[in-house]
């Protein structure tokens, strides 16, 4: 599915800007779930080197 598969949006809603994205683009910080701890692994993943799948995070991010 792409975003072109989706319904349009009634002009009047207001916009949504998915997380992740804001993340990608470096507006956001990247989530680091609390379990780890290392310092190292908690900067490479805010720099976005480390990709943490979702289900890893114990709770909804």
Known sequence: ???L???PTP???DPVIV???LS???????P???WITDKNLIESI???FVE???DLFGETP
């Open 24 to 30: 990608g683009l470096g507006i956001t910080p990247r």
């Open 46 to 48: 805010a720099l976005g």
């Open 19 to 21: 997380p992740g994205l």
């Open 1 to 3: 599915m792409s975003l």
């Open 32 to 34: 680091v779930p609390r």
């Open 11 to 13: 002009t009047t809603a």
């Open 5 to 7: 598969d989706l319904p």
């Open 52 to 54: 943490i799948d979702d």
